[in-house]
């Protein structure tokens, strides 16, 4: 009998009475708490780092502890003895760290049933494997996982070789740090060897599917894929997402005192809240960016007004918290994962939106619309990389603008190249007809 494909691993979150939100990497079995993680987790917790980023990190690091399920190794065990991992071992944690999640789990299935651990999993059929994207990430991906994979060992190791100083041999010692630091340096040659950016940038999505997009959540639109209680939200999140570019996390920490109506506008102030004590969600939506006022539109700032006037204060939830966004059901504030879903069911339901139509794919087609119109308006480079900085929130240090300034730099050229190729062979085949 063939046995089903999960994993072993999960984060789950804590939240404390002070309002400190922190994620753990646990044993799916127990829900027991990775002890070696755990102090790492804590020491890059006190580098304030976010909670959110502690959350990428824990992705990241569980690609080890999956390899070494699948190669039956016991993590700890190496660190204490020194032994670390073999050329082989670490030529096979290399490539896995390249691999999708669900090709990991076949793996580990796999090699469980190969040392008599499992039964056999079962195989994809061919309907799954025709739809199921490609084995391995993009190299910024895995060279992320594989930068974490570095930076937890150096911490761990680091640590058991601190206590050797006081009970092992000179040469015991020695040895240790031989092997620690052959380790280490084949890992970071790896993870450096990828330059940064390497990936294809994401973009927004076309003119076309905004127009579609902007029809289609209308509530009354005959192919709105959402249940009626919840289109009117659901069209003021899209809206919000496009056109004001913020992102997922900023939307959902955006309170009902953050809005200020004028007669015919609303100002939107977007702030930075972690471990905010009011917020009761214990998975609190990550906010990224500098605190900013933006301004929005005079439709947007009607249905702004419509949905707290009109729906909002309706749910005897809503009054327990500050929250704008709130669920149909309770009025407790929305989740992460009920955006991701109102999405999912556009894609999947909408014939015609593209693949990549995410929360996060409506901050590029903003960028991509600001880029348009800053060229209608003759705004000088630098200017404009001013504007957008404020807008998106980035520091005035930050590269991210001139990421899509370059974008459209490229789509710009690339459209005059095809005008250019296209003019040339006009006028060829003018010639060729003259002297016929």
Known sequence: MREAVHNPLQIRWAKFSTGERMPFLVTRVDGLPLEAVI???????????????????????????????????????????????????????????????????????????????????????????????????????????????????????????????????????????????????????????????????????????????????????????????VRVRNRLIVLMLLDLGIRRGELLVIRTQDLTFTASRCAVAVHRRPDDPLDPRTTQPATKTFPRQLSAGGRLSGLLHEYITEIRRKLPGARRHPFLLVNSRAGGPLSVSSVNKLFSALRKRVTGLPAELTPHAMRHTWNDRFSEQAERKGLAPEREEKLRKHQMGWSPRSQMAGRYTRRYVEREGNKLSVEMQEGLGALLSVLTKEEE
């Open 39 to 229: 102090d790492w987790i804590i020491a890059q917790r006190r580098t304030y780092k976010q909670a959110r980023t502690l959350e990428a990190d824990l992705e990241n690091l569980q690609y080890l502890y999956l390899w070494a399920d699948a190669e039956n190794i016991d993590l700890s065990a190496r660190v204490v003895s020194g032994r670390f991992f073999t050329d082989e071992e670490l030529r096979s944690l290399l490539r896995f760290s390249g691999w999708r999640l669900w090709r990991a789990l076949e793996e580990i299935a796999e090699n469980r049933f190969l040392t008599g651990r499992c039964p056999l999993p079962s195989r994809p059929t061919r309907v799954d494997v025709l739809r199921r994207p490609p084995d391995y990430v993009g190299l910024s991906v895995k060279r992320n996982r594989l930068q974490t994979i570095h930076a937890f060992l150096e911490f761990n190791s680091g640590g058991y070789e601190k206590r050797m100083a006081v009970h092992a041999g000179h040469d015991t010692r020695a040895a240790y740090a031989s092997q620690r630091l052959s380790c280490l340096k084949r890992i970071a040659s790896e993870y450096k060897e990828i330059p940064v950016g390497t990936d294809v940038p994401r973009k927004g999505i076309s003119e076309a599917h905004q127009l579609q997009l902007r029809a289609v959540i209308e509530p009354d639109h005959p192919d709105n894929p959402w249940e009626p209680a």
